[in-house]
């Protein structure tokens, strides 16, 4: 599946003989024909041929990254750009039977970035109430020549019941250096000093600056070209699903949200087309048995952009 690489990139990748002992991890439309457990599952296939097999209200978070309107590669399969009104009608053939699997308290979290996001807008308003946007700094890739380098990208936050949904603050602070720090009659004032230096608590805002796109170094890189950070998924996981809740990531890709949701104590069911994705994800749930770390996350509290 992958070329010659450096002994210090620590990119996941599936060997064929891992191929075979992960198979049977991974569901088919088939096998959930007859009723799913949500036991935490991973299955293979169309997300139109899923979303009928799947009961309604089980989710208490759904977490959609859908190709955004760009023209991209996805192993196998390639997505095309198409005119607004053309992508819009592609997200309401699978949002709005999507949003039937949330909980009457469910929340939605909706990706995209700039050239999709009035789309993405438009769609979620048909179905949920829209309560933010996010927006993430995604410091990766190129400049442009001619147009400013796109380095943001958005997410919807929606839900079925405005008066009535999980949001936990607490889950979601972070933990930020103090660089001026001021005393008030020598106590110090709104932040912490610690044997790492004066740190503040702070209330998360709809701008994040704190993620770091997976990288070659680091040991939740995959090959999948619009991979989400754990980091980022823990964030929208910890605030919108309760411990031993249900995330449904209908489009799953490497897995990035069922990961997540698995180190968090939460359950999981994640949709992808492709198989080899599909192979990496099972890789990457099974390496979580052992290791439940997130990188720039502590157990407790957020760190700052590249902590480890």
């Not at 009928?52 to 990254?65: C, K």
């Not at 489009?251 to 949709?271: D, E, M, N, Q, Y």
């Not at 997130?294 to 157990?299: A, M, P």
Request: proline share 6%; glycine share 8%; with cysteine.
């Amino acid at each position: 599946m992958t070329g010659s690489r450096s002994k210090r990139n620590k990119t996941i990748v599936v060997t064929e003989e891992e191929a075979r002992e992960l198979s049977p991890r991974i569901l088919t439309p088939r096998d959930i024909s007859g009723g799913l457990s949500f036991a935490d599952t991973l299955v293979n296939g169309d997300l139109l041929d899923v979303l009928g097999l799947l009961p309604d209200s089980f989710a208490d978070l759904v977490i959609a990254d859908p190709p955004y309107n760009i023209s991209k590669k996805f192993g196998a399969a390639a997505f095309s750009a198409m005119p607004d009104g053309q992508y819009e009608d592609y997200l309401r053939s699978w949002f709005r039977q999507v949003c039937t699997k949330l909980k009457p308290d469910g929340s939605l979290y909706l990706c995209g970035d700039w050239r999709s996001s009035s789309s993405l807008q438009k769609v979620m308003e048909e179905e949920l109430t829209v309560l933010n946007r996010i927006t993430w700094q995604r410091e990766k890739g190129r400049g442009a020549a001619s147009n400013w380098k796109n380095g943001m990208e958005d997410i919807w936050f929606g839900v079925k019941d405005p008066g009535h949904y999980y949001f936990d603050l607490e889950a979601v602070k972070l933990k930020r250096r103090v660089l001026a720090p001021y005393r008030d009659n020598g106590s110090p004032k709104d932040w912490e000093d610690t044997p790492d230096g004066p740190f503040r608590l702070t209330c998360p805002s709809n701008f994040w600056d704190d993620v770091s796109v997976p990288f070659w170094s680091m040991p939740e890189n995959t090959d999948h070209p619009a991979q989400k950070p754990e980091k980022l998924m823990a964030k929208l996981i910890l605030a919108s699903c309760p411990a031993g809740g249900v995330v449904f990531e209908p489009f799953a890709g490497s897995g990035s949200a069922c990961v997540t949701a698995k180190k968090l104590g939460r359950h999981f069911i994640g949709v992808e087309i492709d198989r080899d994705y599909c192979l990496v994800a099972a890789k990457r749930l099974r390496m979580a048995d052992s290791d439940k770390r997130i990188q720039g996350y502590d157990g407790v509290h957020f760190k700052e952009r590249n902590s480890p």
